[in-house]
């Protein structure tokens, strides 16, 4: 059965600062998601991670896929308020009759202060 | 369009109700997905349609009844549902360039908050 898991699942920041938010999985993988949710909104993307060694950067955010290690990370730098927000990752199961099922992490609940 | 729909926004409802949830899509994705998503928890999957089939059912119990009329539009219908069903229900959809490859970026719906009396 493929876990997923984030930490830390809750992240107070000060504006300015920098920190990474970390995904692990369980079993093979070679697609990797993360969203985010503003709260009581649906989920947007941000990333697909699809390969080894793959990083993709979006404004402040950048998502990283380390597949041998199984981890994923996504690193805030000089957070600002508007990044506030419940951080999801997600993989892609490989096989299987649960071929192309998304597991999620559990979430990480960021808020950033001044 | 690059956008997925959800109606009604807002649901209650009591035990003994039916109702139904409706989903659209328009960018010609062939994957259409159901999730239920509680409080403070990331979502879960309840259904996944390919190619207007039902190709995954999470277990889900017999109250809820996902139906897939066209490539474009997916319900939910639900009947007898107990207070633990309240949730956000979130739709989502993804491009599936051939059917059993289902593994391409899901675009999410605002969701639809149901509250079961």
């Known amino acids: 059965e493929l876990k997923v898991e984030q930490n830390p699942l809750f992240l107070s920041m000060q504006e300015g600062k920098n920190y990474t938010i970390y995904c692990n999985y369980s079993?093979?993988?070679?697609?990797l998601y993360w969203y985010r949710q503003d709260p009581g909104k649906s989920l947007e993307s941000l990333f697909v991670?699809?390969?080894?060694?793959a990083v993709k950067q979006e404004g402040r955010l950048m998502a990283s896929l380390d597949t041998k290690a199984r981890l994923s990370t996504l690193h805030i730098t000089a957070a600002v308020h508007d990044l506030s927000a419940t951080y999801f990752c997600?993989?892609?199961?490989?096989?299987?009759?649960?071929?192309?099922?998304?597991?999620f992490g559990q979430g990480t609940i960021l808020t950033v202060h001044p | 369009d690059t956008e997925v729909t959800q109606t009604p926004k807002h649901l209650v409802m009591g035990m003994t109700n039916k109702k139904s949830l409706k989903c659209e899509q328009h960018?010609?994705?062939?994957?259409m997905y159901w999730y239920k998503q509680k409080a403070k928890k990331p979502p879960e999957l309840m259904f996944v349609?390919?190619?207007?089939?039902?190709?995954i059912n999470e277990s889900v119990p017999s109250r809820f009844s996902p139906e897939c009329p066209n490539s474009s539009l997916l319900n939910l219908h639900l009947h007898a549902l107990q207070p633990e069903d309240s949730a956000l229900y979130l739709c989502?959809?993804?491009?599936?360039?051939?059917?059993?490859?289902?593994?391409?970026?899901?675009?999410f719906g605002p969701g639809t908050r149901l509250l079961v009396l």
């Open positions: 989502a959809s993804s491009q599936q360039r051939t059917s059993g490859t289902n593994r391409e970026t899901q675009y």
């Open positions: 079993t093979t993988s070679d697609r």
């Open positions: 991670l699809l390969s080894n060694g």
């Open positions: 997600a993989v892609v199961h490989a096989g299987g009759t649960s071929y192309g099922k998304l597991t």
């Open positions: 960018m010609g994705h062939r994957a």
């Open positions: 349609y390919s190619y207007e089939k039902l190709s």
